[in-house]
Nanobody, 124 residues
C-alpha cells in the first residue's frame, strides 16, 4: 500500500513555472514507477509524464514534452513535476500515481495508487 500526497499547485501566469511534489509513504516507494496525470473540468483524466523506478527512464505526453520535467528522489520518497512555459491549457487538477507494473503505461486504469490531486491554474 502506498499513500500519495501532492503539493505545489497554485495560480500562475502564462509563461510561468510551478514545481509539483508528490510525497509517498512507506518503504517501497523505489519499487514503483510513478506517473503524473491531469484532469481539466469536463475532460477525461490524461497522462502527463512517467518515470521509472530508478529515474533513468522518462516518458512524456506530446503536449508537455520540452516544457515539463519529471524526476524523483527515492531517498525522500518524492516524485516531482517541474512545469515551465505554462499555458492556459495546462490548467487542471494534477495527480500523481504509482504503478505496480514496470511496463510503461499511460492509461489511468493501469495505475494502482493515487493522490488526492493539486489544482494548477494558468491565467492568460
Amino acid at each position: 500500500q502506498v499513500h500519495l500526497v501532492e503539493s505545489g499547485g497554485g495560480l500562475v501566469q502564462a509563461g510561468g513555472s510551478l514545481r509539483l511534489s508528490c510525497a509517498a509513504s512507506g518503504r517501497t516507494f523505489s519499487t514503483y514507477p510513478m506517473g503524473w496525470f491531469r484532469q481539466a473540468p469536463g475532460k477525461e483524466r490524461e497522462f502527463v509524464a512517467r518515470i521509472s523506478r530508478s529515474g533513468g527512464l522518462t516518458h512524456y505526453a506530446d503536449s508537455v514534452k520540452g516544457r515539463f520535467t519529471i524526476s524523483r528522489d527515492n531517498a525522500k520518497n518524492t516524485v516531482y513535476l517541474q512545469m515551465d512555459s505554462l499555458k492556459s491549457e495546462d490548467t487542471a487538477v494534477y495527480y500523481c500515481a504509482a504503478d505496480k507494473d514496470i511496463v510503461a503505461r499511460t492509461i489511468p486504469s493501469a495505475y494502482d495508487y493515487w493522490g488526492q490531486g493539486t489544482q494548477v491554474t494558468v491565467s492568460s
